[in-house]
């Protein structure tokens, strides 16, 4: 079965002080900013976020509350309750409504890579280019040996008020890592006005596949009346499979159960102080990966369709634990926001690779190591990482002509990442007696930290018309050290292989400008130029020939764009358009260097496209939505080296990005009586075919993946506060290619077939 493997020499995969001073530095600059501010701006104006009641999109992704039109960025925004209504489930569901936004699949929920504006160097890339945000916790690691590349953060998505997808560089404002854009789900928050709760069933069956079926619900209780409030969430669900491990006879293997639940409290204690405080946990567990097992260099099955054999089910399983509080304190001239957070989340996963290291057991054999003959191999690799962060930042008001965001902020990440080639029993999956058990294991630690100072300024030159610079400092270091241990080292090498230890440290500079013009109330343009970056690191390989890079720098994209956000006829209609240029310099990318393989800044690319988004409210009871979405993305450099390795070439397009990207949405309600109201919608989606690799690759020989075209539609029925729904989904059952791994067989992973699915629901 193809695999997703990494470089062995890398020894990872998925594996891979002046804190102080740039802390006081943090302090200072914030304190001068708010000093400064206090002086100059005594003439306060009105704050432009929206009120309650009047229709207006209101984000905080500018870390402020603002207006989505007013905010000089592409930012694409999906409300719960129309996540709810689509049928919207998890990161793979929401990514095909949004443009520029891709998954590069893995199989099963959260194992995957998520990037923006085709912002990816494919397979053998190590860390993440988008980051994930839960309210107001970084859930991405920013190290580049900490496996982020390999985690499709896939929290449940229950009880929350709205999704908000940032594109382009997040520099200045989210730090490392942000170079492609932020994803940001932001959840309910508890309210002390009253009682209320919501609850939903559902059951789901898929076309040729299985049946499953969910629940959950929230309490929301205040304790004290205006003043002390909690909110809790529980969470279940069976996920259909639709797969078959012939080797196993296991039908519908790829089923997935999601649990879980989330308690969130907020205090205020007084008017001008709230502080909340939030914990949650989720676990995923998933029998098999959704493939099909495919003959080598085409997408043609092997076995069937759905169907693959392995001599096990091949499970992955998610654990995710966060515990964060946060304290907001509006003074006259704005809010200071302190935020800390604990993380803990984890990713195992487990594949089939006989067919890979079966031939090698008569070389162990002459060499003392004999192997039963119903032996089959299995590569179990775990990301577990904790992650603490912290950050002070205030956001002014606007005082006089200016307004601004300050802060400081400080992360701490620690990675124990195992990757274990397993020798096991064909028939009972047990793991071999040592020392045959172990082929090779690679026990991998990282540890990450981070400090940054960072600041945006806004300076109205007139009401209508503003520009704002932003900049952030961030120091980082981290140290890694790995070993290399089991049969095949101690039968070739004489016993286990401890890497030295190693240290890297960094300091990197992100800047942002924007101009902002509002020719009217309902009408934003803006130009934008922002940068942004992803850390470097130490130079793992375990032999670094004289002269090869012994320190990774970090790679950098900065990001031009231009764009309008307007509601026209009455706010019946609202579009928003941009246009842009990336320039990604530094690349890291694996090369070639003197017959050793290694990690290197080896690269440039460029990425152009646009993103158009629109939505219509013709009548009160007829709703619409499109959006398109180009994106053209090649390398414009590379070193030979990497020609040779991975044979990327000048001109190439980069691995798994469509070109084009589109979708639509359609909902009318229908009165039927009183209390009882009607609903009828459909859903369109469509992707451009993509390639899976560059085109002169032989290790992971290039494919390209055929385009997709989905329809799914939707009726409903509201009663008072319940409401009932019936939704299928890939009405024409076209077959999605998700991704595709070569080897010999390969694997192809698929999306959802055609299902269906029955809700009920109230609101209380």
Known sequence: MG?????????????????????????????????ATAAAGQSEAS??????????????????????RDVPSAITVLGGD?????????????????????????????????????????????????????DDVPFTASSANGGGAFIAP?????????????????????????????IRLVSKSPDASGFSGSARTEMSAIDGGGIGYSANATLNVPLVVDRLALRATGFYREAPGYVDNIGTGTNNVNRSR???????????????LTIDAVGQLQDIDTRGPALETSITGTLTPLYGERKYSNFFDAPTRVRYRLASATARYDTDIGQLIATGAY???????????????????????????????????????????????????????????????????YTHERIASPTDILARDMATNAQLPEPLGTIITIPVNDTYEEVSAFGNLTVYLMD?????????FAHSTEDFNASYGGVYYTAFLGGTVQLPPVHSSHDQLTYLATLRWRPTSTLSLFARAASGYRPGGPQVAAIIPPGAQTRIDPDTVWNYEVGFKGDFLDRKLSIEASAYRIDWND????????????????????????ELQASARPTGRLTATANLGYTYSRLVDVDPGVTAYIGAAAGDPIPQNPRWTASATVDQSIPLGPDIEGQLGATFRYQSHRFTSFPGSVSDPNLRLPGRTTFDVRAGLSYRTYQFQLRVENVTDRKGIANYMSGAPASTYLMRPRSFAISASTAF
């Open 258 to 272: 999601f649990k879980g639940g989330r308690l969130a409290a907020r205090w205020t204690p007084t008017e001008r």
């Open 343 to 409: 993380l803990k989340s984890k990713l195992q996963t487990e594949l089939d690779l006989t067919s890979t290291y079966a031939p090698f057991f008569p070389v162990f054999a002459s060499l003392g190591y004999a192997y039963p003959a119903n032996t089959g191999v299995a590569v179990v690799s775990q990301v577990p990482a904790v992650k603490k962060t912290a950050e002070l930042r205030f956001a002014s008001k606007r005082l006089g002509g200016i307004e601004f965001v300050a802060g400081g902020f």
């Open 587 to 610: 690349i890291q990318l694996y090369t070639f260097f003197n017959s050793t393989q290694l990690l290197a800044n080896a690269g440039k690319a460029r990425v152009e496209g646009f």
């Open 154 to 182: 896939d929290p449940e998505l229950t009880d929350i008020e709205r999704i908000e997808v940032l594109k382009g560089p997040q520099g200045t404002l989210y730090g490392a890592s942000s170079l492609g854009g932020v």
């Open 47 to 68: 704050t432009d976020t929206a009120e309650a009641g009047s229709g207006e999109i209101v984000v905080t992704a500018s870390k402020r509350e603002q207006k989505l």
């Open 3 to 35: 695999t997703e493997t990494v470089p062995v020499n890398k020894g990872v995969g998925f594996m891979r002080s002046r804190t102080s001073s740039i802390g006081f530095a943090s302090a200072g600059f914030l304190t001068l900013c708010i000093m």
């Open 82 to 134: 129309k996540l709810a209504n689509l049928g919207v489930q998890s990161v793979r569901d929401y990514a095909t409504l949004t443009p520029g936004l891709t998954i590069q699949d893995s199989g099963s929920p959260g194992y995957g890579k998520i990037f923006i504006r085709g912002l990816t160097t494919g397979s053998l890339q190590q860390s993440a280019t988008t980051v994930y945000y839960i």
């Open 464 to 472: 209508n018309l503003d520009v704002t610079g932003g900049m952030r």
